[in-house]
Every structure is written in C-alpha cells, then in structure tokens.
C-alpha cells in the first residue's frame, strides 16, 4: 500500500476549472405595518410640535420585515414641524437591498396620520385689584379694569374674553 501511494503522488494531476454565475433575485416585497392608522399628540412648541419630540413614539408605532431574513431599511417622510389641528399625513417606506427583477429594490409603504391638539390651558395672571369709592351707581363699564397677562405654550394670541357686564354695581 505504501509502494502504490508514492506512485499516485507522483503522477501529475489533470484539474478543470469551469466558473457558473448566478443571479439571486429578491422577488419578495418587504411587509411593513403600524399598530396606529392615527395618532394625537399634545403640542408642546409654539403654534404645534417638532417631529423630533415624538420620533420614539412615532418609529414604535411601525414594524417591517422581509422573508428573505435581511431587515429591510425603513425611512419616513415627516416634516420637521408638525403644526397645530393640522393633520399631517406621514409615510414609512421599508425597502430590502434588492435587486428585484427589474434591477431596483423593493419596497411597501404604510402611513399614520398624526394631529396636534393643544389641551393644556394657559396661563393666566389677573390685573391687580381695584377698589372703585364712589356716592353713587358705578358702572363697570366705566372702569378701567386693565389687561390679565396670558401665556400659552402653543398659541400666541389665546382669546380672553371678560364675564364684567354692564350692569350698575350698587
């Protein structure tokens, strides 16, 4: 055995190399879902909300995969400011790293409509007092009763309306 494997190492040895190229195709779109068609959200900037405040919040909302294993990569298209009672209508586009058939990558969509509310009330600071003598019938109407100080967070021109009426103080 030992005289027949020295004789086989010998000889000289034929090889043939042939290459095969493939082409693997993603034919498979990637799946992508939200557990929220809509969402509201508090605004807490002037006159809405910046997207960037509720980014964690809105990407949890959305889930995608691919049935080829690889985690398709998902983007939006959210406007940096999201504005008050406006709702805004956001895309998430999930897409694998192809190629499909065509050449491109694949890719599905989902959307969440997100609305900005303003819940919080302002905050108000009344005039000082005023003490009004007089020997007769005194009109409030007539009476310089001066200007609260008001602060919203979101709105700048919050309405403030008086419950003074025109009746006589006797």
């Known amino acids: 055995a030992d005289i027949v494997r020295c004789i086989l190492l010998e000889r000289p040895t034929a090889e043939r190399v042939r290459l095969q190229e493939f082409n693997v195709y993603d034919v498979w779109v990637p799946e992508i879902s939200t557990s929220q068609t809509a ?33 398709p990569t998902v983007t939006h298209d959210a ?18 790293e192809g190629p499909g058939r065509t050449g491109g990558v ?23 007092a005023l003490v009004v003598e007089g020997n007769s019938a005194i009109s409030i109407d007539d009476q310089a009763l001066g200007r609260p100080a008001v602060v919203d ?6 309405q403030v309306t008086s419950s003074a009426s025109a009746n006589s103080v006797d």
Do not use: K
């Open 39 to 71: 969402l509201t959200i508090e605004a807490r900037d002037v006159g809405g909300a910046r997207t960037s405040r509720y980014l964690e919040q809105l990407n949890a909302l959305i889930s995608a995969s691919d049935r080829c294993g690889i985690t």
């Open 106 to 128: 694949n890719s599905a969509n989902v959307s969440v409509v997100v609305t900005v509310e303003d819940t919080q009330a302002p905050i108000i600071v009344p005039p000082p």
């Open 79 to 96: 406007p940096e400011f999201l504005p008050l009672d406006t709702p805004v209508t956001i895309t998430w586009i999930a897409e694998d």
């Open 153 to 158: 967070l979101a709105d700048l021109h919050p």
